[in-house]
């Protein structure tokens, strides 16, 4: 009979995907709290995590749905602009709590360039929080952050393609005035933080 080696069993979360152990260690070595981001299919949630010896702590958490529609933001909750939006409330809501810097944990998803990810971390640095990072990787564009590429789309397939972009064209504005609404939105963040 031979000899058999036993099997080695991942984490539970490994195995589900849900950890990557080596990345964590590495993050928690710094020592700095965790900036956690994540996308669903409706939303993005944002959380700052700090380590404990009996369990990470969530200290300040965002929900773009829940609170981006409060400030009068009527788009999707998971495109570049409401990102950004998204970013930028999360910075402030994590300064009034009197911290200041943090790491960024992406968990499994790998950030393209110009995408999502580094729409929300734009947000995060131009809202206050230091967050290391090089900007020539982050690569958005102003007009992106702006929403002006949906805007152009919309029009696009108004004349083409109505079944497409039926969500924005319910809404009031029917997908020309995101940009507006960008601004107006942008604007209430920082109120909408001190007031609290």
């Known amino acids: 009979m031979k000899n058999l080696k036993p099997r080695t069993v991942l984490f539970r979360r490994k195995r589900e995907l849900r950890t990557n152990y080596r990345k964590r260690l590495s993050t928690l070595m710094g020592q700095k709290p965790r900036v956690v981001v994540r996308f669903t299919n409706q939303n993005i949630v944002a959380q700052l995590v700090m380590f404990q010896p009996t369990g990470d702590m969530v200290v300040v958490g965002v929900d773009s749905l829940k609170e981006l529609k409060l ?77 002006k590429h949906i805007e152009q789309y919309v029009q696009q397939a108004q004349g083409k ?24 939105v942008k604007q209430k963040i920082g109120v909408a933080v001190v007031k609290k």
Request: proline share 3%.
């Open 71 to 147: 400030l009068g933001w009527n788009y999707s909750a998971k495109n570049v602009p409401a990102s950004y939006l998204t970013g930028l409330l999360f910075a402030k809501k994590v300064l009034a709590k009197g911290i200041k810097e943090g790491v960024l944990d992406t968990g499994f998803k790998q950030p393209l360039k110009g995408g999502k990810c580094f729409a929300f971390l734009k947000g995060v640095v131009d809202g206050g929080l230091v967050v290391p990072h090089d900007a020539e990787v982050v690569g958005v564009a102003v007009d992106r952050l702006q929403g």
């Open 161 to 184: 393609n109505k079944g497409q972009f039926t969500q924005y064209l319910k809404t009031n504005g029917a997908g020309k005035d995101i940009g507006k609404l960008f601004e107006s």
